[in-house]
């Protein structure tokens, strides 16, 4: 089941101490982006990438940074400063137009105590 | 700004009964709308766009500019139709659509056998 992968599926971590959530695709898709899901509040987005070493703060950035060096690659880190980082993270990659279809990685729980 | 509301956290009905789940927008610009559906242990994916006008799965939708709504429908709900449902909503600025989507809050639907 290739296509949008996402590790690790789920990751504890301690108050305090920054953690990189990895996402990978094989899509060749240009535009990669990254969401919270909480219950009761639906996917809000975090950044989205829509080139090759270019991203943008999306609705809900503060406390989070990411990078793009590659194509396939759109790695997020958690920092310290984000408030409440216990969440449900999805990653989704597309063709970067509108229009086009998201594709969903499997996600990453990350819990944080 | 864009926003999505979807008014329903979670819908109850019988198999073989008509379903609908509620989509309001608020954007400025021309939108295009997606829904996309979440099984159970399932990553998410598209169900529909608007732009297609196509019947997957049984289900449609249809965008009324005049009330931004795109009410996604099926006149027989199935026991597999159960899922967590959500709207999506692309803008588009200076004639060039940005891929990112604003989603509402999603809506789970319950089929009864």
Not at chain 2, 32 to 55: A, D, G, T
Request: contains cysteine.
């Amino acid at each position: 089941d290739g296509g949008i992968t996402q590790s690790p599926k789920y990751l504890f971590r301690k108050e305090g101490q920054n953690v990189t959530l990895s996402c990978e695709q094989n899509l060749n898709h240009d535009a990669m982006y990254w969401y919270r899901q909480d219950p009761g509040q639906g996917l809000r987005l975090i950044y989205y990438s829509q080139i090759v070493n270019d991203f943008q703060k999306g609705d809900i950035a503060e406390g989070y940074s990411v990078s793009r060096e590659k194509k396939e690659s759109f790695p997020l880190t958690v920092t310290s400063a984000q408030k409440n980082p216990t969440a449900f993270y999805l990653c989704a990659s597309s063709f970067g137009e509108g229009g086009h279809e998201q594709y969903f990685g499997p996600g990453t729980r990350l819990t944080v105590t | 700004a864009q926003r999505v509301t979807q008014p329903e956290k979670l819908l109850s009905v019988f198999k073989g009964a008509p379903v609908e789940l509620k989509c309001n927008y608020s954007y400025s610009g021309s939108p295009e709308l997606f829904w996309y559906v979440q099984y159970s242990r399932q990553r998410l994916q598209l169900l529909l766009r608007h732009i297609s006008r196509e019947s997957i799965k049984g289900f449609t939708a249809d965008l009324n500019k005049g009330e931004t709504s795109f009410h996604l429908k099926k006149p027989f709900a199935q026991e597999e139709d159960s899922a967590m449902y959500y709207c999506a909503l692309s803008g588009h600025a200076g004639g060039t659509s940005y891929g990112k989507l604003t989603f509402g809050q999603g809506t789970i639907l319950t089929v009864h056998p």
